[in-house]
């Protein structure tokens, strides 16, 4: 029986004779819909071409970036052979488009033999899809951007037929919270196309910053797009002196949008731009303030991360300052018919996201201009008012060709029926507007909103909640009971007010967004968390060599506290990565693997002043060493 399971773990994981070195691993995220381990395997050689036949231009640009990769880890040549037909030979790598519709446009046959590799797609978007594949079938050292002697380039047998479970496919990037550079962006595209995302969604205005260049609007973007450099945590800063310099931030300029639209063209990535209103717009108000309801909006300020809204009573939240457009002002709405017709033509994605999210109504409440909005127009309250809004802005947004798009809130009060909807206040919203028949992304808190701490607070950077990988991994696009054909697919979404880099952009990405990818890409049959946490683990050591940073949360214990008597705390701790040693000590010094090792609940001392902890694979240190303090123990008891 043992033997039996040891041969099927073997045959799982594409093993090879049991004593020898094994043959690659096939370890992909996202898990391709099909996959048969072939016999033997293929080896990229000084030798070896990119043969391709077709002579569409996308097709042939897959194969510069195939070569280029290639020739840049393997110091390899891997010349581009283009002949009419396929041209066979032995020991190269042919890219093949097919007239075989049922790849779809984004599928694609990855076959590797002994004696060649063929990617076989419809589209190019299946070559390069096909290729990401190829690459992580490829020893991880293919991630180096410096020629690697000494390695073996061998390819395991392999039949892989794939193609995506849903068309969108998305992460979402605050390039307004923090401003980041247009290179950032082409950064963060070449990351996510690696895990076969397809849409950028670039959250483009907010309070701290206008980030996007609109003609005949300047201040938009010469007063917007700055603020007051904080570093510490942002939302608890002071308001800024008059004298501190409002010299943070940046923005893209007309021909930056169209550098980036193209790079992300050419990468088969569609830019979604959300211009957020009428909430979270003091940028905007700040440049023009008679956008405002409210009187005296010329004194403020674009935020530097000081507090401007009060949340202790849920949402929508109290504002302190009013960061609102004004729905009863006609100006407003000639302000954004000239920012849409500008989005709308830097951005051939055929949707814009309004935004609509977390719009305070207070300021409203006060306002004569409101009231009288409301008796002229019937509204009953704010949510109408704010629906009103949202019915006139998707007007604009349809004239200029688009179709509209927002956060959940746009629900409230009635939505416009052609309107789609991202659901983030979990999958309600989303399971509401598809029951309506209206288009919805999923891209909800529980699972999917990557700016949330991906483990213990004691050791990473605060956040208001946490969402680890196993969570996100149970991300499912389509909740039951909904009609599958008005969800379009899912996204995760990076917010950065605690994000001042993009090393942590990086950070808080990977590795939830492993995670997501398979959610939006794989059937839904073939996920299985344990079989991604090795895959992830996998990616870990391409990240390495790639050196784009990761999280390494899932080796840190996780901590549970209760109370077995009036004074007596108990912990139990965990690990989200399987096969782990926790070593821990309550005096206060630094636990290695001569430590004592966690067996079960432990009592904590009566006068003990910390737990330390850490966590060991094989006799190796591979957690961070994280330290609770008694006394956040005591706050924990009971919490999950
Ligand atoms: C959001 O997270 N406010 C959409």
């Given amino acids: 029986m043992k033997k039996y399971f040891i041969l099927s773990l073997c045959i799982a994981a594409y093993c090879t004779a049991i004593g020898q070195v094994a043959r690659p691993i096939i370890s992909i995220i996202p898990q391709p819909a099909s996959v048969q ?56 790598i042919r890219l093949t488009i097919s007239a075989d519709t049922t790849l779809g446009t984004e599928g694609y046959r990855l076959t590797v033999i002994p004696n060649s590799v063929t990617i076989t797609a419809y589209k190019p978007a299946g070559l390069f899809y096909g290729m ?24 395991p047998a392999a039949t892989i037929s794939d193609k995506p479970r849903f068309g969108w496919r998305g992460l979402m990037f605050d390039v307004s919270r923090h401003f980041f550079t247009k290179q950032d962006v082409k950064d963060y595209i070449d990351q996510m196309v690696r895990f076969k995302y397809n ?48 010299d943070y931030g940046g923005f893209y300029t007309q021909n930056d949008i169209k550098e980036i639209v193209q790079y992300a063209k050419e990468r088969f990535v569609n830019i979604l731009p959300e211009v957020d209103v009428p909430g979270h717009s003091l940028a905007a108000v700040v440049a023009y303030p008679d956008l405002s309801c409210t009187p005296g909006a010329e004194k403020y300020r674009v935020r530097s991360g000081e507090v401007i809204m009060d949340w202790s009573h849920g949402a929508p939240p109290i504002a302190l300052v009013d960061n609102t457009l004004c729905p009863a002002n006609e100006k407003v709405y000639d302000f954004l018919d000239k ?3 500008q989005v709308a033509e830097l951005f051939p994605f055929e949707y814009i996201h309004v935004g609509g999210d977390e719009c305070p109504k207070n300021f409203w409440e006060k306002s004569d201009a409101i009231k009288a909005l409301m008796q002229k127009e019937g509204l009953k309250n704010m949510e109408e008012v704010q629906s009103y809004f949202e019915k006139r802005l998707e007007k604009i947004v349809e004239s200029k060709g688009k179709k509209f798009l927002g956060w959940d809130e746009i629900l409230e009060g009635g ?34 909103y990557i700016d949330y701490m991906q483990g213990d607070p004691v050791i990473e950077p605060r956040v208001y909640a946490t969402l680890r990988l196993r969570d996100a991994y149970k991300f499912e696009p389509i909740p039951d009971g909904v009609d599958p054909i008005y969800i379009k697919g899912g996204q995760a979404n990076l917010w950065t007010e605690q994000i001042y880099n993009m090393r942590h952009a990086q950070y808080m990405t990977w590795p939830r967004g492993l995670a997501i990818a398979e959610a939006v890409w794989s059937p839904k049959k073939s996920r299985n968390w344990n079989d991604f946490l090795p895959r992830v683990e996998k990616q870990f050591e391409r990240f390495d060599i790639a050196e784009v940073k990761y999280a390494p949360s899932v080796y840190d214990p996780i901590i549970t506290v209760k109370k077995v008597s009036n004074d007596q705390l108990q912990v139990e701790l ?22 004592p090792k966690y067996t079960g609940p432990l009592n904590v001392p009566k006068e003990a002043f910390s737990l330390n902890v850490i966590t060991y694979r094989n006799g190796k240190a591979i957690g961070r060493q994280l330290n609770f303090p008694v006394t956040e123990l005591q706050k924990r008891v009971g919490r999950k």
Avoid: C
């Avoid at 077709?54 to 195939?66: E, N, P, Q, T």
């Avoid at 891997?78 to 009419?84: C, D, G, N, R």
């Avoid at 079938?137 to 951007?145: F, G, V, Y």
């Fill in 574 to 595: 965990s690990t989200e990565a399987q096969g782990l040693d926790i070593h821990y000590t309550f005096d206060n010094t630094f636990p290695d693997k001569f430590y």
């Fill in 415 to 448: 939505l416009a029926p052609s309107a789609a909807v991202m659901s983030w206040r979990g999958m309600k919203g989303g399971i509401e507007a598809a029951k309506m028949k209206h288009e919805v992304v999923m891209s909800p808190t529980d699972f999917a």
């Fill in 37 to 92: 381990a072939g016999k033997g395997s293929f080896i990229l050689r000084s030798t070896t071409a990119i043969e391709i036949s077709s002579a569409d231009a996308d097709a042939r640009r897959v194969a510069g970036y195939l070569s280029k990769k290639l020739s840049s880890a393997t110091g390899y040549p891997t010349p581009i052979k283009t002949s009419a037909t396929n041209l066979n030979t032995t020991g190269n």
């Fill in 132 to 155: 990401q594949t190829l690459l992580q079938l490829l020893p991880k050292e293919i991630e180096s951007n410096t020629a690697v002697k000494n390695v073996s380039w061998t390819i």
């Fill in 339 to 341: 920012v849409m017709t």
């Fill in 199 to 246: 849409l950028l969604h670039l959250h483009l205005t907010d309070d701290e910053g206008w980030r996007i260049e609109i003609k005949g609007l300047p201040r938009l973007t010469e007063v917007g797009a700055w603020n007051v450099k904080k570093v510490g945590y942002f939302g608890t800063f002071p308001p800024p002196g008059p004298d501190e310099p409002r």
